[in-house]
């Protein structure tokens, strides 16, 4: 146990205790409380500590880079991150010299437990853009780095069947983000000098780049109703529809809170979808446009909602269901394939591997079953939608 004890263990945690003042009424006339712990790591310390990895010293960049598949330099690749226009727009706002550090969060309510107490476990993630994604999407390689617990509260101090409860919950939410990301305030504006894995001492912005979730947390993120686009401001009414919608707008967003804050009731509020989370935590991170930094959730909104919900439904209609289980059972065994023996209409519940499985063949099953519109609108979405 000694031996464990001096392995190095990354930045040292903290718990910080929070009190929830609900609506309800307790004893001396008082309102009631709820005492909940918040448990963090200082994110600044995990970017040293990802920074000057040596593990991670042949797979980091440090600026920019266009990239081109052509000579002529006509035909523009995007791969990493530090390939894309994001990097070069924020890269010009920032000292000559310094390095941007695009901080990458992700999070996810999870259950723990059905069967005992129901208990559940909110953590939050964090990694860096600098390292290369093969590197940074594995596991064994301890890339993204857990920087806090989101405490679980019933909140039985506030009124239960009513918004009150669950506005509460989503400003108990942003206030743990707020103190969790508060120390990348200065290092967003000020900058932090950090021995990189190289051996060289760099000056560092760290700026919040983008936000994974699934889309409840989206719209817990960006202070909207679920039932709305986290991006943009299309009415709940026309979503799905073919017509082009203004993206949600971060200064104004926060105005519109404001005023909704100070009781001036702007339509924007209600026009917007907009919930009553008047401190985002999103507010006081520099150089951070929190509706840019929402990015899709592969395995939700393009794996179920744009392939299984979507193109597998449609499929199914225009060319019948026994057809296409026709096609997948008829499927030769290959290496590196799936043969779905039962075809795929029964499944009921699909794993994001299985997706992909179907992916890989789905062209192949669809040749010469559909008409050839339908074939080239699924060859769209596979090659340029999901396949991306």
């Known amino acids: 146990m000694k031996k464990v004890e001096q392995l190095p263990k990354g930045p040292e945690w903290d718990c910080v205790p929070i009190t929830v003042t609900g609506n309800k009424i307790g004893e001396g006339g008082k309102l009631r409380t709820e005492d909940v712990e918040l448990w963090r790591r200082n994110p600044v310390e995990v970017i040293r500590d990802l920074m000057g990895n040596p593990a991670f010293r042949d797979h980091m960049a440090y600026a920019p880079e266009r990239v081109f598949t052509d000579a002529e330099g006509n035909m523009r690749a995007y791969d990493e991150m530090w390939t894309g226009d994001y990097w070069w727009e924020m890269q010009g706002r920032l000292p000559e010299g310094s390095v941007l550090a695009p901080i990458i969060l992700a999070s996810d309510k999870t ?3 059905q069967f005992r107490g129901d208990q559940k476990a909110w953590p939050v993630y964090l990694t860096i853009g600098n390292i290369s994604k093969e590197v940074r999407r594995q596991p064994s390689s301890r890339a993204m780095v857990l920087i806090g617990y989101i405490p679980v509260a019933k909140l039985e101090c506030w009124t239960a069947g009513t918004a009150t409860r669950g506005n509460a919950a989503q400003r108990l939410y942003h206030h743990c983000m707020r103190t969790i990301l508060e120390p990348l305030v200065k290092a967003g504006t000020e900058g932090l000098e950090i021995l990189c894995a190289d051996g060289i001492i760099r000056l560092v912005f760290a700026i919040l780049a983008v936000y994974m979730a699934d889309h409840p ?8 109703k679920e039932n709305r686009c986290p991006r943009c401001v299309v009415d709940a009414s026309e979503l799905g529809d073919n017509t082009l919608h203004p993206l949600r707008n971060h200064k104004s967003t926060l105005s519109t809170l404001e005023k909704e804050k100070n009781g001036k009731s702007p339509p924007a509020f209600k026009d917007e979808g907009l919930r009553p989370v008047f401190s985002p935590f999103w507010a006081i991170l520099p150089h951070t446009d929190i509706f840019r930094c929402i990015t899709p959730d592969i395995l939700h909104q393009l794996h179920q909602g744009v392939f299984k919900d979507h193109l597998i439904q449609w499929c199914l209609q225009n060319a019948g269901a026994d057809t296409i289980d026709d096609r997948f059972r008829a499927m030769p065994d290959a290496p590196g394939l799936r043969h779905f023996k ?7 519940q699909w794993t994001g ?4 499985e179907m992916e890989k063949v789905f062209l192949g099953v669809l040749a010469g079953a559909v008409d050839p519109r339908v074939f080239t609108a699924a060859r769209a979405l596979l090659h340029q939608g999901i396949g991306a």
């Not at 039962?342 to 009921?348: D, N």
């Not at 591997?353 to 992909?356: G, I, Q, V």
């Open 111 to 113: 259950h723990l437990s």
């Open 217 to 224: 947390e989206q719209c817990l993120v960006t202070c909207c």
């Open 342 to 348: 039962r075809g795929i209409s029964v499944i009921s």
């Open 353 to 356: 591997r299985e997706h992909k």
